[in-house]
Protein backbone atom coordinates (compact mmCIF):
# COMPACT_ATOMS: atom_id res chain seq x y z
CA UNK A 1 0.00 0.00 0.00
CA UNK A 2 1.41 3.71 -1.13
CA UNK A 3 1.76 5.79 1.87
CA UNK A 4 -0.95 9.10 1.64
CA UNK A 5 -0.61 11.82 3.65
CA UNK A 6 -3.40 14.75 3.67
CA UNK A 7 -1.62 17.56 5.11
CA UNK A 8 -3.81 20.24 7.33
CA UNK A 9 -3.53 23.52 8.91
CA UNK A 10 -5.48 25.37 11.61
CA UNK A 11 -5.43 27.53 14.47
CA UNK A 12 -5.63 26.54 18.03
CA UNK A 13 -9.67 27.01 17.63
CA UNK A 14 -10.11 25.14 14.37
CA UNK A 15 -10.34 27.59 11.93
CA UNK A 16 -8.72 26.74 8.59
CA UNK A 17 -8.42 30.17 7.00
CA UNK A 18 -8.07 33.91 7.18
CA UNK A 19 -10.67 35.37 4.65
CA UNK A 20 -10.61 32.26 2.55
CA UNK A 21 -6.74 31.31 2.51
CA UNK A 22 -5.14 28.76 4.24
CA UNK A 23 -1.78 30.77 4.18
CA UNK A 24 -3.57 33.06 6.16
CA UNK A 25 -3.37 30.26 8.94
CA UNK A 26 0.06 28.80 8.58
CA UNK A 27 3.47 29.93 9.89
CA UNK A 28 7.29 30.10 8.81
CA UNK A 29 7.57 26.80 10.19
CA UNK A 30 4.54 25.20 8.89
CA UNK A 31 5.42 26.61 5.59
CA UNK A 32 8.87 24.59 5.92
CA UNK A 33 7.12 21.52 6.49
CA UNK A 34 4.68 21.98 4.14
CA UNK A 35 7.54 22.63 1.57
CA UNK A 36 9.31 19.29 2.60
CA UNK A 37 5.95 17.42 2.28
CA UNK A 38 4.97 18.72 -1.36
CA UNK A 39 9.16 18.08 -2.68
CA UNK A 40 9.29 14.59 -0.58
CA UNK A 41 5.63 13.71 -2.75
CA UNK A 42 5.20 11.46 -6.60
CA UNK A 43 2.43 13.09 -6.79
CA UNK A 44 -0.09 15.85 -5.33
CA UNK A 45 -3.66 15.41 -4.89
CA UNK A 46 -6.28 18.68 -5.36
CA UNK A 47 -9.92 19.20 -5.56
CA UNK A 48 -11.51 21.02 -7.86
CA UNK A 49 -11.62 24.27 -6.52
CA UNK A 50 -7.86 24.21 -5.65
CA UNK A 51 -7.00 23.37 -9.01
CA UNK A 52 -9.30 26.52 -10.70
CA UNK A 53 -8.27 28.93 -7.85
CA UNK A 54 -6.67 31.40 -10.81
CA UNK A 55 -4.66 33.05 -6.94
CA UNK A 56 -3.11 29.68 -6.51
CA UNK A 57 0.84 29.40 -8.12
CA UNK A 58 0.74 26.83 -10.74
CA UNK A 59 1.95 23.18 -8.35
CA UNK A 60 4.28 21.63 -11.35
CA UNK A 61 5.19 25.33 -13.38
CA UNK A 62 8.07 24.82 -15.87
CA UNK A 63 11.22 25.15 -13.93
CA UNK A 64 10.01 24.33 -10.42
CA UNK A 65 11.21 21.54 -8.54
CA UNK A 66 7.07 20.20 -9.09
CA UNK A 67 7.62 20.10 -12.83
CA UNK A 68 7.62 16.36 -13.11
CA UNK A 69 5.34 15.91 -10.74
CA UNK A 70 2.60 14.24 -11.37
CA UNK A 71 -1.15 16.69 -9.76
CA UNK A 72 -3.85 14.43 -9.95
CA UNK A 73 -7.31 16.56 -9.65
CA UNK A 74 -10.05 14.36 -8.30
CA UNK A 75 -13.95 15.99 -8.94
CA UNK A 76 -17.36 14.20 -8.49
CA UNK A 77 -18.49 15.98 -11.49
CA UNK A 78 -17.63 15.20 -15.11
CA UNK A 79 -13.88 14.60 -15.38
CA UNK A 80 -13.94 15.39 -19.46
CA UNK A 81 -14.95 18.70 -18.71
CA UNK A 82 -12.89 19.67 -16.36
CA UNK A 83 -10.29 18.30 -18.27
CA UNK A 84 -10.59 20.73 -20.94
CA UNK A 85 -11.37 23.44 -18.35
CA UNK A 86 -7.55 22.27 -17.15
CA UNK A 87 -6.05 22.20 -20.54
CA UNK A 88 -7.14 25.80 -21.59
CA UNK A 89 -5.56 27.03 -18.24
CA UNK A 90 -2.13 25.59 -19.16
CA UNK A 91 -2.47 23.57 -15.80
CA UNK A 92 -0.92 20.33 -16.40
CA UNK A 93 -2.68 18.15 -14.21
CA UNK A 94 -4.82 15.03 -14.48
CA UNK A 95 -8.52 15.31 -14.05
CA UNK A 96 -10.27 11.96 -12.44
CA UNK A 97 -13.89 11.33 -11.56
CA UNK A 98 -13.64 10.62 -7.38
CA UNK A 99 -14.75 6.81 -6.80
CA UNK A 100 -14.28 4.66 -3.48
CA UNK A 101 -11.22 3.31 -5.68
CA UNK A 102 -9.67 6.37 -7.53
CA UNK A 103 -7.17 6.90 -4.99
CA UNK A 104 -6.24 3.36 -4.82
CA UNK A 105 -5.94 3.62 -8.76
CA UNK A 106 -3.84 6.52 -8.34
CA UNK A 107 -1.58 5.13 -5.94
CA UNK A 108 -0.82 1.95 -7.62
CA UNK A 109 0.16 4.26 -10.84
CA UNK A 110 2.94 6.14 -9.15
CA UNK A 111 6.70 4.24 -9.66
CA UNK A 112 8.48 3.22 -6.76
CA UNK A 113 10.62 6.07 -6.42
CA UNK A 114 11.32 9.46 -7.47
CA UNK A 115 11.45 10.34 -11.25
CA UNK A 116 15.45 11.00 -12.11
CA UNK A 117 14.47 14.58 -13.20
CA UNK A 118 13.54 15.61 -9.44
CA UNK A 119 15.31 13.32 -7.25
CA UNK A 120 18.79 15.30 -7.50
CA UNK A 121 16.20 18.43 -5.02
CA UNK A 122 13.97 16.12 -3.04
CA UNK A 123 15.25 15.59 0.28
CA UNK A 124 13.87 13.36 2.43
CA UNK A 125 10.49 13.88 4.59
CA UNK A 126 10.18 16.81 6.44
CA UNK A 127 10.85 16.59 10.62
CA UNK A 128 7.51 15.88 11.58
CA UNK A 129 7.87 12.52 10.14
CA UNK A 130 11.20 11.15 11.13
CA UNK A 131 12.44 10.45 14.15
CA UNK A 132 13.72 13.65 16.27
CA UNK A 133 14.72 14.43 19.86
CA UNK A 134 11.76 16.38 20.50
CA UNK A 135 10.21 16.69 23.77
CA UNK A 136 6.94 14.74 23.10
CA UNK A 137 6.90 11.92 20.31
CA UNK A 138 5.20 9.17 20.63
CA UNK A 139 5.76 8.63 17.13
CA UNK A 140 6.44 5.73 14.33
CA UNK A 141 9.60 5.19 12.52
CA UNK A 142 10.94 7.10 9.69
CA UNK A 143 10.26 7.31 5.90
CA UNK A 144 13.03 6.53 3.58
CA UNK A 145 13.50 8.92 -0.10
CA UNK A 146 12.37 6.22 -1.75
CA UNK A 147 9.24 5.32 -0.59
CA UNK A 148 5.91 6.38 -2.80
CA UNK A 149 4.18 9.21 -1.52
CA UNK A 150 1.03 10.67 -2.32
CA UNK A 151 0.54 14.24 -1.18
CA UNK A 152 -3.31 15.56 -0.39
CA UNK A 153 -3.21 19.31 -0.42
CA UNK A 154 -6.69 19.87 -0.56
CA UNK A 155 -9.36 21.08 2.35
CA UNK A 156 -11.13 19.04 4.89
CA UNK A 157 -13.86 17.89 2.51
CA UNK A 158 -11.38 15.73 0.10
CA UNK A 159 -9.36 15.06 3.42
CA UNK A 160 -12.41 12.85 4.79
CA UNK A 161 -13.37 11.13 0.96
CA UNK A 162 -9.67 9.83 1.63
CA UNK A 163 -9.62 9.40 5.00
CA UNK A 164 -12.74 6.90 4.58
CA UNK A 165 -11.67 5.70 1.51
CA UNK A 166 -8.06 4.65 1.76
CA UNK A 167 -6.13 2.33 4.56
CA UNK A 168 -3.69 3.55 6.32
CA UNK A 169 -4.04 7.33 5.00
CA UNK A 170 -2.06 9.91 7.81
CA UNK A 171 -3.63 13.32 8.87
CA UNK A 172 -0.68 15.25 8.99
CA UNK A 173 -2.34 18.00 11.09
CA UNK A 174 -0.61 21.70 11.72
CA UNK A 175 -1.85 23.31 14.65
CA UNK A 176 -0.42 27.64 14.45
CA UNK A 177 -0.18 29.15 17.52
CA UNK A 178 -3.14 31.86 16.57
CA UNK A 179 -6.32 32.73 17.30
CA UNK A 180 -8.50 33.36 13.90
CA UNK A 181 -11.89 33.79 13.80
CA UNK A 182 -13.25 36.07 10.84
CA UNK A 183 -15.87 35.68 7.72
CA UNK A 184 -15.29 32.49 6.11
CA UNK A 185 -12.41 30.70 8.94
CA UNK A 186 -14.54 27.83 9.17
CA UNK A 187 -15.34 27.50 5.33
CA UNK A 188 -15.92 23.36 5.22
CA UNK A 189 -19.72 22.31 6.19
CA UNK A 190 -19.40 18.85 5.80
CA UNK A 191 -21.24 16.85 8.12
CA UNK A 192 -18.75 13.87 9.11
CA UNK A 193 -16.97 11.92 11.76
CA UNK A 194 -14.09 9.90 11.52
CA UNK A 195 -12.49 8.43 14.87
CA UNK A 196 -8.60 8.85 14.52
CA UNK A 197 -6.22 7.70 16.49
CA UNK A 198 -2.48 9.79 17.31
CA UNK A 199 0.66 8.53 15.92
CA UNK A 200 3.40 11.08 16.63
CA UNK A 201 3.14 14.38 18.38
CA UNK A 202 6.40 17.57 17.10
CA UNK A 203 6.71 20.79 17.82
CA UNK A 204 8.92 23.54 16.15
CA UNK A 205 8.84 27.16 16.74
CA UNK A 206 5.53 27.05 19.05
CA UNK A 207 3.57 25.38 16.04
CA UNK A 208 2.37 21.85 16.78
CA UNK A 209 2.53 18.55 14.32
CA UNK A 210 -0.20 16.14 14.91
CA UNK A 211 -0.11 12.81 12.58
CA UNK A 212 -3.04 10.42 13.04
CA UNK A 213 -4.08 7.29 11.22
CA UNK A 214 -7.78 6.12 11.14
CA UNK A 215 -8.56 4.14 14.53
Known sequence: MRRLIISLVQSINGSVAENG???GVSTDADFRRFLALRRSANAIIVDRRTALNPQLPVINAAGKT????????LTESDPT????????RG?????QHFTADTITEVAASLPTA???????????????TTRTDHASSTGT???TSDEAVL???????LAFRLLEHYPGAELHLSVS???IRTPGSHFSGLEAEIDLRLIDVRTEDDQVFLRYTRA
Do not use: F
Open 177 to 179: PCY
Open 21 to 23: WST
Open 66 to 73: LEHTPVHV
Open 114 to 128: PSPESRTSRPALDRS
Open 91 to 95: LHYRA
Open 151 to 157: LCESGPN
Open 81 to 88: ALQSELDG
Open 141 to 143: GSQ
